[in-house]
């Protein structure tokens, strides 16, 4: 901040103290008091209504007791490692695409991209028509004289998860691209000049030279493309329902189910608990790698 | 040299029929099929008939051209029980998304600008925290927020929603509005305070007509983000109110009677529309919504 040291007093700026009320409550009340008001209650035995009766680590207990739980831990690791490879990947192939100094650059960057405008429910839904066996890209192929052929991961337990992520990287890759596209454009057309005087071809100056530069980027769209992996509610609702039997659950979805249909309160509040760790573990080694060196860089 | 001067400029265009463009091209243009073919599918599902539905391939073109399912999505396709369509869906979410945007625009500004040129001591802190906040999983403060519009009396109302809305917008909102204040002039603020304006004297006669490009941006960013909540929507409103994408997931999603695909993809692109249109109109402003959320700095 340019402004240099003034006396301290209460009133200083009052106006702009009032003007930010707003900003003060939600960041004190909401982000942070109602956080530790679900961590503190996950230590109490609630059910359909909050009650303060401690229970220890119990709720935790039977959390990691219950299968629909592990299954939906394993579900979004399982997700999350290929989410993040396969968007990664495909927004970087895509930006690279696209800056090739291409025609018609711009549509295909809006073709990329719109999906990205949908809500999660416009896209699972759409996803669950494609993906329909009797109707979908299934009974398409087997018109065609494939009649055996095989492909509605939507109605197998081992395959739906693949289902949905088809849509999810359909839905967000068009996010990562923008991102990759950016930081490829930000890069000194001199490192190209170099590379090609020096004989290294396309792919290779790609990987091995532009990649590299573009780390504060890939570390931007990792805790983007995280974050959104974690939250991961609305897709599941509407492409799957968790289904078929448990095999797309996710820990947003088991957390609602608890909350709000359950009556099992104590629960919700222990599986978001746990959520907040696994973000916690993903956002404190951001932080210190984004702002660890500068002090004040907000 | 002289030449380059009137000529085209910049190095010589390379022809199209090159190996590498081939590579290039064709890759790109398979990778489009694959963002395509959903709306495709959707498009023409949608002017199908249930029989034609029925027989044809979801790819094939209607032969009998009907817009049928989408008056049916409109007006009549049912949520178990009820059959009203999607149209008090559109309503409920022009109803909510309307002021939820106005509000949460109107507060994240004066928070940007409060942050950007009347710094007090703890803002900082106040603007870190809000920050992280937004990374912290909705799940956490659902129940509590619950619990804090029950005892304001009023949850499941419209106000709830817009309080709730105007929340969660905050972080992304005031950090875009603080940055983009930070970056004019220093001299303008300087100057109108010499000329004894004040804190709103500045904000709405300096600095308010000077950030339509930001507000632009802001408008593009929560009416599509808030169009297309789905949790919130479900959480904090009763059925009557619900918004179009949870009233959607119910007509799609309802187990009760035959399915009409036709009439469900006509519904899913009916509520899909609003933000397409934004994005197709804004085109580049969209973009700089995203990364102005993504790139922090």
């Known amino acids: 901040m340019s402004a240099s040291k003034r006396p301290n007093f209460l009133f200083q700026n009052l106006a702009s103290k009032i003007a930010s009320i ?50 939906s831990i394993n579900n979004l690791i399982l997700y999350g490692i290929l989410m993040m490879l396969f968007s990664l990947a495909l927004g970087f192939l895509l930006a690279a695409l696209l800056d090739q100094k291409i025609r018609g650059e711009n549509v295909f960057r809006t073709i990329f991209l719109y999906p990205y405008a949908l809500s999660f429910v416009v ?11 009797d109707f979908g890209v299934q009974k398409l192929v087997r018109d065609l004289g494939w009649s055996r052929f095989e492909f509605a991961p939507l109605t197998n337990n081992d395959w739906a998860i693949y289902g949905v992520l088809l849509a999810g990287l359909w839905q967000g890759s068009g996010l990562v691209m923008v991102l990759m596209l950016a930081g490829l454009r930000g890069i000194d057309q ?29 570390v931007t769209a990792v805790v983007l493309v995280a ?54 573990v993903i956002i404190i080694p951001w932080s210190f790698y984004e702002f660890g060196g500068r002090r004040d860089a907000k | ?90 309503l409920n979410s022009v109803i909510i998304t309307v002021p939820s945007v106005i509000v949460s625009i109107a507060i994240a500004s004066v928070n940007g600008y409060a942050l950007a040129n009347w710094p007090y001591r703890g803002a900082n802190i106040f603007f870190t925290i809000l920050i992280f ?86 408008i593009i960013l929560q009416v599509t983000g808030i169009w297309n909540d789905f949790l919130f929507g479900i959480v904090y409103t009763r059925p009557e109110s619900y918004p179009m994408t949870v009233q959607l997931n119910n007509i799609v999603n309802s187990t009760y009677g035959e399915k009409e695909y036709n009439v469900n993809m006509a519904a899913t692109i009916i509520t899909g529309l609003v933000p397409l249109t934004i994005y197709f109109i804004s085109g580049k402003l969209f973009v700089r919504g995203i990364a102005a959320g993504a790139v922090k700095g």
């Open chain 1, 22 to 71: 707003p900003m003060i409550l939600t960041a004190v009340v909401i982000f942070v008091g109602c956080t530790l008001w679900t961590v503190a209650y996950s230590f109490t035995g609630s059910r359909l209504l909050p009650r303060w009766r401690w229970v220890g680590l119990d709720q935790y207990e039977r959390l990691w007791e219950t299968d629909r739980w592990m299954i």
């Open chain 1, 190 to 218: 001199d490192v190209w000049k170099a590379a090609r005087v020096d004989g290294i071809s396309t792919w290779k100056t790609y990987i091995f030279i532009v990649l590299p530069m573009m780390r504060p980027i890939f």
């Open chain 2, 133 to 218: 906040g937004a990374f912290v999983p909705y799940q956490l403060m659902l129940y509590p927020i619950v619990i804090i519009l029950r005892e304001l009396g009023v949850f499941g109302d419209l106000a709830g929603l817009v309080i709730v809305h105007s929340i969660f917008g905050m972080p992304i909102l005031t950090l875009i509005f603080r940055n983009y204040f930070s970056s004019l002039p220093a001299e303008l603020f300087k100057a109108a305070r010499i000329d004894g304006a004040g804190f709103w004297g500045i904000f709405f006669k300096v600095m308010l007509p000077m950030s339509l490009p930001i507000l632009v941006v802001a």
């Open chain 2, 1 to 90: 040299m002289q030449n380059d001067m009137i000529g085209p400029r910049g190095p010589k265009p390379r022809s199209i029929f090159r190996l590498s463009n081939l590579v290039v091209y064709g890759t790109i243009t398979i990778l489009a099929l694959y963002y395509l073919a959903p709306l495709y599918v959707m498009v023409v599902t949608s002017l199908k008939s249930m029989s034609e539905v029925r027989i044809g391939n979801v790819f094939a073109l209607p032969v009998n051209l009907t817009f049928d399912p989408w008056f049916k999505a409109w007006s009549s396709a049912c949520t178990g029980l009820k059959c009203e369509g999607l149209m008090g869906g559109f």
């Open chain 1, 227 to 280: 974050t959104g992996i974690i939250k991961i509610f609305d897709l599941i609702v509407a492409q799957t329902d968790g289904g078929p039997g448990l095999s797309t659950e996710v820990p947003a979805k088991y957390v609602y189910d608890m909350m709000f249909s359950s009556q099992n309160l104590g629960q919700g509040f222990a599986a978001s608990t746990t959520m907040l760790l696994v973000v916690l």
């Open chain 1, 123 to 133: 896209t699972g839904l759409t996803w669950q028509w494609l993906l329909n066996p």
